[in-house]
């Protein structure tokens, strides 16, 4: 199967660089989105997010005529699904988060119409166990007068199975090529085709397995992770009731030869550790003890950070009697969940500010080189740039190590009121 036409469904952090990948291989791709706006800025040969490369690859394929956008599918070859899949709003605080899994619905009941004998589907949205079975039911549902795998096995009119992405933002364009993917199909058959699509441009190896096992290796990789940042951010609470500087404390105990903890921060954000964790606790709740944990330990991570920021605004006042908590100004420098991009989908970085614009009767400063515009559900953020929130915030919090900070004058800032999460001056001398 030649695969002339494929069809990537999401046009977002993952769908695009995924669909501008396959077009530079000269295959003709039509790219659908649910937004307007990102259509026509694709059409433009322009993009909407942030990532290195993505702007050139982007440009060039829609100028030599190999990718186009629409917000609405057409007929293809192979349809790769790559859209949101959060959390369905919780009735109580305490709930397990449950996955919200209505724009692949929304993404099948859109394809349905188009799709025909021969077909290859792929879900790369990050998902629950069961998710691609649950596609395939959709389908079926829309679509009786095709055979799906489940019910036909290698003879069915329909090809399905779920490839993750497990790429690192800011270095998307190189992963998808030199990274190894996970495969895999409904059936044999199924696996195989998508290894024959995907080897269009990767270059690393298609491991083939089943969807479902596929499923829980992306939610496992993530919360291997989660876990691990976990252990860092409760060593960097103790260090701190102990007087000790956590970073320096792990420099030292990492230079064990089978020991490499993580980084702590002011939490953990991204729509993939800070999610997929849950998807195996929302299966499992009984048996996902420690998962459970790791998730409770980084999301209670930024109380603590807001906390030693109330801390610093009294020592401040302490310290100038005359001055008022109006008074105060605090500088929150980074607002993405990590460094150098625009991502701020479960930014701890954004929750924190947002936070602390709600409690605080002084300025805010915004500190975040990636981004044009904040949000409109956040209030009360004055955006400026580093050497203005230097010069004249009182208290200085640091979120994101951002390259722009880190080539910045750091020592001009005022250090006893200092709230560092991501030890800037150890880490970065």
Known sequence: ???????????GYIGLPTAAMFASRKKKVIGVDVNPKAVDTINQGQIHIVEPDLDMLVHAAVKEGYLRASTKPEQADAFLIAVPTPFLPKENKSDIPQPDLSYIESAAKSIAPVIKKGDLIILESTSPVGATEQLEQWLAEARPDLTFPSSNGES???????????VLPGLVIKELVENDRVIGGLTNLCSQKAVELYKTFVKGECVITNA?????????ENSFRDVNIAFANELSIICDKLDINVWELIKLANRHPRVNILQPGPGVGGHCIAVDPWFIVSKTPEEAQLIRTARKVNDSKPDWVIEKVKQAIGEYLLENPDKTAKDVTIACYGLTFKPDIDDLRESPALEITNRIAKMHPGTIFGIEPNISQLPKHIKNIKRVNFEKAIQDANIHLMMVDHKEFLESKLSSMNNKFLVDTKGIEIRYP
């Open 156 to 166: 069915s009119d329909i090809r399905m199975a779920h490839c993750p992405e497990r």
């Open 212 to 220: 479902r096992t596929a499923e829980m290796a992306k939610l496992t």
């Open 1 to 11: 199967m030649s695969f002339d036409k494929i069809s990537v469904i999401g046009l």
